[in-house]
């Protein structure tokens, strides 16, 4: 398994401004990923971020408003730009190894 | 592509009764099929899954599932139930060995209640 860390655990934020988190893996993995879950409901893909190549975002996200960095192998940030109230979430960072994908901690961001 | 369905979205049950949590899902290829827990205020923890070979799988916490190919189901059970296991369940699939895809597709989750 993997040991994933995020951060921040949580913030609270005023519109307009941005909010970078981090994610930490205790091994070197290929594939990350960053999911959003808001309030009441199940996961959505954001992006895959994969180490030397530009991440791939899902429909419905772009990278004006979810840059993300992939600096090496262990180590990714999503930063959420130009927040409104309706960034209000929980982003959770996630790793696969094999065939298994494991889940970090999670940020709760609420916008105000 | 793939879709799941969690037929339940919300599941109340008393401390020590059994419970099953109901899982579906759809593909046209060969799948790997998860569960995952979410405590309050926590991410998301592995509880059980199945890659291949025999189909009932056993987890963390007491929690089992059976892969049922015929039915395409992977439902969820556990004979006795603790007020520590209220939390919300999540299914999940992705496609099997050659299938080229790793994209991670969830159900809508179920929450459990478990009532002392």
């Known amino acids: 398994s993997a040991v994933i860390s995020q951060k921040p655990s949580r913030d609270i934020c005023q519109r307009g401004t941005s909010l970078t988190i981090q994610c930490q893996v205790d091994s070197q993995v290929t594939m990350m990923f960053w999911y959003r879950q808001q309030p009441g409901q199940s996961l959505t893909l954001i992006a895959t971020?994969?180490?030397?190549?530009?991440?791939?975002?899902e429909s419905g996200f772009v990278i004006d408003k979810f840059p993300i960095s992939r600096p090496n192998l262990t180590f990714s940030t999503l930063t959420v730009s130009n927040m409104s109230p309706e960034d209000s979430s929980i982003y959770l960072c996630?790793?696969?190894?094999?065939?298994?994908?494991?889940f970090g901690p999670g940020t709760r961001l609420l916008v105000l | 592509a793939q879709s799941v369905t969690q037929l339940d979205s919300q599941v109340p049950v008393f401390e020590e009764a059994p419970v099953e949590l109901r899982c579906n899902y759809s593909?046209?290829?060969?799948?790997?099929l998860f569960w995952y827990v979410q405590y309050p205020n926590q991410g998301l923890q592995l509880l059980l899954k199945?890659?291949?070979?025999?189909?009932l799988v056993k987890g963390i916490n007491g929690f089992e599932a059976e892969f049922n190919k015929s039915q395409t189901s992977f439902h969820l059970r556990k004979p006795s139930v603790h007020i520590s296991d209220t939390a919300e369940y999540f299914c999940a699939v992705t496609q099997g060995p050659g299938a080229g895809s790793y994209q991670l597709t969830f159900g809508k989750g179920t929450k459990l209640s478990v009532i002392p």
């Open positions: 971020a994969n180490q030397g190549s530009e991440a791939t975002y």
């Open positions: 996630s790793v696969r190894l094999g065939e298994t994908q494991y």
């Open positions: 199945y890659l291949s070979g025999s189909t």
């Open positions: 593909s046209s290829v060969s799948v790997y």
